[in-house]
C-alpha cells in the first residue's frame, strides 16, 4: 500500500480514538457515535445500490430487526451484548435471505417495490406483535456490561469505533476479492456475468445477505447506543435517509459511506436551527449561482441547463426567509436534496472531491504492468494435448426453437468436432444467434437436445454450461466496462476461488493463495491476446478492437474445450482483421475448439475448417468452405434467385 | 430528392459508415446493396432520424434534415419501412395504416383524401384488404411486409425507405413484394430501397450502390450492376 | 351474512380505487417503461385539492362537489407532467433507471411534505355530495358514494380505453407503447406521448382521490400505502393488461375489508404486502400479463 494511504489510515484512526478525549461533550459523543452506526450499515447498503445497483427500500425494516433483536433478547432473556449481538446480525441475515431469494428474481422497480413492501410489514409487524415486542411501547435497554464493568459513553463510543472499523476492513476485504468483482460484474452485464460462469441471481442474493448482515449489527448497536427502541423509528423516511447517504456520500467507496452518514445524522440538528439554514441555504446559492456563471463564460453548459439549479437553489434561499421553522419541512429538503443528487452528483461528494482533485494534479500513466514480467508463464489450455476423440466434441439433436408462430431453429442438427474451427454463416434472420444463446443455455430449446461431450447440456442455466467447458463472446460486446481489463478476465476466473467468505474476510493463506494463481492467470491471458500493455485500463475505455480481444482472453478464462464467436469481427475495420484471424487460429492451435458466427466471408471461409450454412431456421449446406461457396442453394439463399448464372 | 452526402455514423464506439454518399432523384427507385454488416440499416437509421449522423449532410426535396429527430423527419415527408417491419402489434391492420397517416390527419402534412388513399391502398395489397380487423401481431411475415409498406405510403412521402423488405420471407412472397414495389415504380413513388438479394433488387431498380465495410464500393445504372462480378465478392467474398 | 356483503360492497369500492391507481402505473409503463412512485401522492393531492374547493377548509366551499372534479383533474394532469418533466425524463435520456426510481420517490416525499404543511398532518372530513344513508342491496348495506366510486372507476377506464380505440391520438399513445421507435417514423412525438402518459396517470388518481376522500379519512398519508398496494394490483394484473387491474383490485379490495373486519384493523395492510411479495416471487409478470423474452 502507498505511503499516503498508510498515512490517512492512521490520522483517521487517530482522529477516531482521540475524538472522545477531545471533545469530552456527550452530546457530540453520541452524535459521531450514530454516525459510526449508519456508517456500518451503509457499508452494507452501498453493496447493494453501489455494486449491484439495485434499488433497495426495505434496509430501514432490516435495521429495525437487528434493533429487535437485540432489544428483545436483552429485555425478555437478559442476554449479553456478546450474544445479542451475533444474534442480531445472524437473525438479520436469515430476514435478508428470506427477502432476498424470492425478491431477487426480480430487478429495477420491482425489486424496489418489494423491499418497500418488506419494509413496511417490517414495521407494522413490530407494532402489532406487542407479546413480543412491546409493540408501541417500546423497549428500554441498558448498556452493555463486560467483565462486571457497565459501559459508560465514551466506552461504548470505543466499542463502536472498533466494530467499524472492523466493519470496513471486512467490507473492503470483501469488494476487493472476487466477491466484490462478482457483484459488480452482474451490474455491468448481468449475461456476460452468467456465460462467465458467475451466477447472477446468487451474488444478488450474497450481496444482499451480507448487506442485511451489516444492517443487524447496526440495528443491535443503535439499540445500546439509544438505550430505548421503539417501532416508528424504523420508518420509510429512515430508508430514505439511508439511501440518500449512500448516494451523497459517493458509491462504492466506504469514505463516502462516512461522509454520508455525517450528512445525514448532522442534518436535522442543521435543519433544526433556522438561522444556520438561512445562512448555507444562502451560500449554496451563490455558490450554484457563481458556478453557473462560470460555466456559461466557459461555455460548457447551456442556459437551460443551469436554470433548474440556479432557480432551485435561489428559491430554496428565499423560501428560508419566509419560513420560522425548517424541522416541519424536512422531508422536502430530504427530496431535493435526492433531485440534486441523482442529477447532478451522480457520484456523490467523494465522486466530485476526486474530479475536482484531478484537474490540479496531473493525470497518471498508467504503469504498464506486466510488460517487463519476464517470469510471466505462457498461457495454455489444460486442453492442448488432450487426446482428441473420435465423436463430435458438441451434438445439436433436432433443434427446434419457436417463438410463438415463428420457428426460429427448424429441427437442426449441427455436429462440431474436437480441435476443428466450424464455420456457421447464414442471411439475416437464419437462426446463427438463436442456436448461440441456445448453445449457452441463455434460450431452452422447444425440441431436441444438445450433448456436450457425449453428456446433455440441454436445459441447463447460462452459468452451469460455462463451468463445464464452453465459452463464448458476444456480438454487442459484453465487457463488464466499468472494470479494468485484468478485472474482466480476473471474473472467468472466478472458478479458481474455492475459498469462502470467511477466508476473503480473514485473508487466509488459502485465499491469498488463489489470487495469486487466478492473476498469474489473468496475467498470461491479457499476454496472450497482447493486452499487457493496457492491463489496468477500464474496459470501456479501451479501442474496439482491443475489446474484442479481451472478450476472447475473458472466455478463454474459463478454461474451455468450446470456444463461440458470435461476429467477433462485425465494426473491426479490415487493418483488425488479420489480427483476429491469427488470434482465432492461434486459439485452434491449443486444443480449443471453435465455433465461429461471421458475416465477413473473408473471415470465415479463411480459417474455418467445415461450414454449416443455415437459412430461415434449418440447415441448408454443410462442408469445406470452398464447397460451400460454390453451392448454388447457399449462393441463392444470399443473392436470391436468378445470381447462380455467373 | 434525398441527398446523401459523406455520411457518417455509428454505434457508440463503433463506427460502421465512413462518409458515403447516395442521390435518390425523384420518381427513381436506387438500391443500396451489401452483405450484412456492410451498414446498410445503419444507412436507414441515420436518414430516418432512428440514430444521428456523427458527420455528413441528407438533404430531403431540398431541406436539410440532419440531425432531426424521427418524428419530425417524417413530418417533412419522409417514410421509412424499417427493417423487421415494425408492425405495431396489438393494433388492427387498419389501425396501422391509418397511423401511416398520422402526420396527415393533425395536419403536419396536407391532409389530402386519406379516405381515398386508404382504399386505394388496400387495393394495391389484397392480401390487407381481406383482413382490416385483423391483429397486426398474428399476421404472417409477408403480410405484415405489406402492412409496413401500405404504411408507408399512407404517408404520401416524398420518398419512401424500404429496408430488407425480403427478410425472412419465402421466395413466393418476395415475388410478390418486389412485384408491389414495381408497381410502385410505375406510379412514379421515389424510393431507396436496401435489399440483402442482390439480384431481385437490381432487377427493379434504376440504380444501385454496393455498400462494403461501410463504403460505397461500385455504383451505376441497376442494369450494368447485375453483371458485375464485384457485386458477388461483395456477399462471397473470393 | 348481511356484514359480510356489506364488507364485499366496500371491498369492491376499494378495490376499484386500487384498480385506477393500478391503472395509472400501467398507463405510464406502457408507454416508457416507467412507473411514479408517488402515485399514491397524486391521489392524496387530488383528494386534498378537492377539499380545499369544495370544503370549509381553506374558507370554502368554493365549488360544489361535482364542478370541483373537473377542476382537479386538471391539477392532476398538470402535477403528472411536472413529474414527468422533473423526475422522468432527464432519467431516460440519461437511460438511468435508479434515476426515475429515486426521483419519481424524492418527489412523492416533497409532494406529502407540502401537503403536511398546507393541510396539516391530522386526517380531515371530506363532506360527502351524497347522503351517507346506506342503501340495501340484496340484503347487504351500500352506501350511495361507494357506488359513486365504482362507476367513477369504471368510467374513467372506460373513457381512456375509448379514446384508445376511436381516436387517431389514442392509437399514436397505443403505438407508442407497442415500439416507440416505430411510432416516431410514423411522425409520433413520442416524448409529448410520454408527458401526456403521465398526465393522464395522474389525472385519474386524483379523481379517484375525490372519489374515495368522503368514504374514508382524508390526509397527507393516504397515498403512500395505497400506492405501494396498487403497485401489487398492477403486478396481479400484469403490467400490460387492463382487465387485469380491476380483477386484481377487487381481489384485494375484498380480502382487505374482510381481514380487516374478521381479524384484527391493525393488520389491515398486510395481506397486500404479503400479496406483492408473493406474486412477485412466483410470477412477475402477473396472471394477466406477458413477460418479453430479451433478445442478446
Known amino acids: ?646 | 430528392m434525398l441527398t446523401i452526402e459523406n455520411l457518417q455514423a455509428g454505434y457508440g464506439k463503433v463506427q460502421v459508415l465512413h462518409g458515403i454518399s447516395i442521390q435518390v432523384p425523384q420518381g427513381k427507385i436506387v438500391t443500396l446493396i451489401g452483405s450484412n454488416g456492410a451498414g446498410k440499416t445503419t444507412t436507414m437509421r441515420a436518414v430516418s432520424g432512428m440514430i444521428k449522423p456523427t458527420a455528413g449532410k441528407i438533404t430531403l426535396a431540398g431541406v436539410d434534415i440532419t440531425g432531426l429527430d424521427s418524428h419530425q423527419i417524417a413530418k417533412r415527408g419522409l417514410a421509412h419501412s424499417p427493417e423487421g417491419r415494425r408492425v405495431f402489434p396489438t393494433l388492427s391492420v387498419l389501425d396501422n395504416i391509418r397511423l401511416g397517416a398520422f402526420v396527415r390527419y393533425t395536419k403536419a402534412r396536407p391532409q389530402g383524401d386519406i379516405e381515398s388513399d386508404l382504399q386505394k391502398a388496400l387495393e394495391l395489397f389484397p392480401r390487407l384488404k381481406e383482413r382490416t380487423h385483423q391483429i397486426a401481431g398474428t399476421l404472417s411475415g409477408g403480410e405484415q411486409q405489406m402492412l409496413a409498406m401500405a404504411r408507408a405510403i399512407m404517408l404520401n412521402p416524398e420518398v419512401i425507405l424500404l429496408d430488407e423488405p425480403s427478410m425472412g420471407l419465402a421466395p413466393i412472397l418476395v415475388e410478390e413484394v418486389f412485384n408491389i414495389i414495381s408497381r410502385l415504380k410505375g406510379e412514379g413513388v421515389t424510393m431507396l430501397l436496401v435489399e440483402q438479394f442482390a439480384a431481385a433488387a437490381l432487377k427493379v431498380a434504376d440504380y444501385g450502390y454496393v455498400l462494403e465495410n461501410g463504403r460505397i464500393s461500385v455504383h451505376g445504372p441497376a442494369d450494368q450492376l447485375k453483371d458485375d462480378p464485384a457485386v458477388k465478392a461483395a456477399y462471397l467474398g473470393g | 351474512m348481511e356484514i359480510f356483503l356489506q364488507l364485499i360492497y366496500s371491498g369492491i369500492a376499494l378495490g376499484m380505487i386500487y384498480g385506477v391507481i393500478a391503472f395509472g402505473y400501467q398507463l405510464t409503463f406502457a408507454t416508457s417503461a416507467t412507473l411514479n412512485f408517488g402515485q399514491g401522492e397524486a391521489l392524496m393531492l387530488g383528494a386534498l385539492v378537492g377539499l380545499s374547493l369544495a370544503g370549509t377548509i381553506h374558507g370554502g366551499p368554493y365549488l360544489n362537489y361535482w364542478l370541483m372534479i373537473p377542476l382537479v383533474a386538471i391539477f392532476g394532469a398538470a402535477q403528472g407532467a411536472l413529474v414527468e418533466w422533473i423526475g422522468v425524463r432527464p432519467a431516460i435520456k440519461i437511460k438511468s433507471e435508479f434515476g426515475w426510481i429515486m426521483s419519481t420517490i424524492a418527489l412523492a416525499i416533497i409532494f406529502k411534505n407540502v401537503a403536511e404543511n398546507i393541510w396539516g398532518k391530522d386526517d380531515l372530513k371530506f363532506p360527502s355530495p351524497l347522503s351517507e344513508a346506506p342503501i340495501k342491496i340484496f340484503g347487504g348495506n351500500v352506501l350511495p358514494m361507494e357506488i359513486v366510486v365504482v362507476v367513477g372507476a369504471l368510467a374513467m377506464m372506460a373513457m381512456v380505453e375509448i379514446f384508445n380505440r376511436k381516436s387517431i391520438y389514442g392509437k399514436a399513445v397505443v403505438a407508442t407503447s407497442n415500439d416507440r421507435d416505430a411510432a416516431s417514423l410514423m411522425g409520433i412525438n413520442t416524448g409529448a406521448v410520454i408527458t401526456f402518459s403521465y398526465a393522464l396517470s395522474s389525472m385519474t388518481g386524483a379523481v379517484a382521490g375525490v372519489l374515495v376522500a368522503p368514504l374514508t379519512l382524508t390526509g397527507a398519508t393516504m397515498g403512500s400505502v395505497l400506492g405501494l398496494k396498487a403497485f401489487a394490483v398492477a403486478i396481479i394484473g400484469g403490467l400490460t393488461s387492463g382487465v387485469g387491474v380491476i380483477v386484481g383490485g377487487l381481489i384485494l379490495g375484498i380480502a382487505e375489508t374482510t381481514t380487516g373486519y374478521y381479524i384484527s384493523t391493525g393488520y389491515k395492510d398486510v395481506p397486500g404486502l404479503v400479496l406483492l411479495l408473493l406474486v412477485l416471487a412466483v410470477k412477475p409478470a402477473g396472471l394477466f400479463g406477458k413477460m418479453a423474452i430479451k433478445k442478446v
Open chain 1, 1 to 646: 500500500m502507498k505511503i499516503k494511504s498508510y498515512f490517512l489510515i492512521v490520522l483517521g484512526l487517530a482522529a477516531l480514538g482521540l475524538f472522545p478525549v477531545l471533545v469530552p461533550n456527550p452530546y457530540y459523543v453520541h452524535l459521531v457515535e450514530t454516525i459510526l452506526i449508519y456508517a456500518i450499515l451503509l457499508f452494507g447498503l452501498d453493496i447493494v445500490v453501489g455494486y449491484t445497483g439495485q434499488v433497495s427500500l426495505g434496509h430501514a425494516g432490516l435495521f429495525g430487526v437487528g434493533s429487535y433483536t437485540a432489544g428483545v433478547l436483552f429485555f425478555k432473556l437478559g442476554l449479553p451484548f456478546l450474544l445479542a449481538v451475533p444474534a442480531a446480525i445472524g437473525v438479520t441475515a436469515v430476514f435478508g435471505a428470506v427477502l432476498a431469494l424470492p425478491a431477487l428474481r426480480v430487478t429495477g422497480p420491482y425489486l424496489a417495490m418489494v423491499t418497500l413492501a418488506f419494509g413496511t410489514i417490517i414495521q407494522i409487524l413490530i407494532n402489532e406483535m406487542t407479546f413480543l415486542t412491546e409493540g408501541p411501547i417500546g423497549i428500554k435497554v441498558a448498556k452493555p456490561i463486560f467483565f462486571g464493568h457497565k459501559l459508560n459513553e465514551v466506552e461504548y463510543f470505543y466499542v463502536v469505533a472498533v466494530l467499524m472499523v472492523l466493519a470496513l476492513v471486512v467490507v473492503h476485504r470483501i469488494l476487493k476479492s472476487h466477491l466484490g468483482r462478482a457483484f459488480e460484474a452482474l451490474r455491468d452485464s448481468p449475461v456476460a456475468c452468467d456465460c462467465m460462469g458467475v451466477s447472477v441471481y446468487r451474488y444478488k442474493v450474497y450481496a444482499f445477505v451480507i448487506s442485511a448482515g451489516l444492517a443487524g449489527l447496526a440495528g443491535a448497536l443503535y439499540t445500546y447506543s439509544e438505550e430505548y427502541i421503539s417501532p416508528n423509528t424504523y420508518n420509510f423516511e429512515l430508508t430514505i435517509l439511508f439511501l440518500l447517504a449512500v448516494i451523497m456520500g459517493g458509491r462504492k467507496t466506504r469514505s463516502g459511506a462516512l461522509i454520508g452518514a455525517a450528512i445525514v445524522v448532522m442534518l436535522p440538528s442543521l435543519l433544526s436551527d433556522i438561522n444556520l439554514f438561512r445562512v448555507i441555504a444562502t451560500a449554496l446559492a451563490v455558490g450554484v449561482a457563481a458556478m453557473a456563471a462560470y460555466n456559461l463564460m466557459r461555455k460548457t453548459r447551456t442556459v437551460r441547463e443551469l436554470a433548474v439549479p440556479v432557480l432551485a437553489t435561489v428559491a430554496m434561499s428565499v423560501f428560508s426567509f419566509q419560513l420560522e421553522n425548517i424541522t416541519d419541512w424536512r422531508l422536502t429538503i430530504f427530496g431535493l436534496m435526492i433531485l440534486f443528487v441523482v442529477y447532478y452528483l451522480q457520484d456523490g461528494v467523494v465522486g466530485f472531491a476526486r474530479d475536482f482533485l484531478a484537474r490540479f494534479v496531473r493525470p497518471k500513466t498508467h504503469a504498464s504492468v506486466g510488460s517487463s514480467n519476464a517470469n510471466l508463464r505462457r498461457w495454455t489450455s489444460t486442453h492442448t494435448n488432450a487426446s482428441a476423440g473420435t465423436g463430435p466434441l458438441l451434438e445439436a439433436q433436432q433443434v427446434l426453437m419457436q417463438f410463438g408462430g415463428l420457428k426460429a431453429l427448424n429441427r437442426v442438427d449441427l455436429r462440431v468436432m474436437p480441435g476443428t474451427v466450424h464455420g456457421l454463416i447464414g442471411p439475416n434472420g437464419s437462426g446463427k444467434s438463436t442456436m448461440m444463446n441456445v448453445l449457452t443455455g441463455i434460450y431452452q430449446p422447444t425440441a431436441g437436445q444438445v450433448l456436450f461431450n457425449g453428456h446433455s447440456v440441454t436445459g441447463q442455466t447460462p452459468a452451469s454450461i460455462a463451468l463445464s467447458g464452453i465459452a463464448r463472446t458476444f456480438q454487442n460486446v459484453q465487457l463488464f466496462g466499468e472494470m479494468t481489463a485484468t478485472d474482466n478476465v480476473l471474473v472467468s476466473l472466478h472458478h479458481i476461488y474455492k475459498s469462502n467468505i470467511v477466508d476473503v474476510m480473514l485473508g487466509t493463506t488459502r485465499y491469498r493463495r488463489e489470487d495469486a494463481a487466478a492473476r498469474e492467470q489473468a496475467a498470461s491471458l491479457l499476454d496472450f491476446v497482447g493486452l499487457t500493455a493496457m492491463s489496468q485500463e477500464q474496459a470501456r475505455n479501451l479501442p474496439y478492437g482491443k475489446q474484442r480481444m479481451l472478450e476472447i482472453a475473458r472466455a478463454l478464462g474459463l478454461d474451455p474445450r468450446l470456444l463461440l464467436l458470435d461476429e467477433p469481427a462485425a465494426g473491426l475495420s479490415p487493418a483488425d482483421l488479420p489480427e483476429l484471424m491469427s488470434m482465432v487460429q492461434k486459439v485452434r492451435d491449443h486444443g480449443i475448439t471453435i465455433i465461429l458466427i461471421e458475416h465477413h466471408m473473408d473471415v470465415v471461409m479463411g480459417i474455418s475448417d467445415t461450414v454449416s450454412v443455415l437459412d430461415f431456421g434449418q440447415k441448408i449446406a454443410e462442408g469445406k468452405p470452398a464447397d460451400v461457396q460454390s453451392n448454388p442453394a447457399v449462393i441463392e439463399a444470399y443473392l436470391g434467385s436468378g445470381a447462380q448464372a455467373h
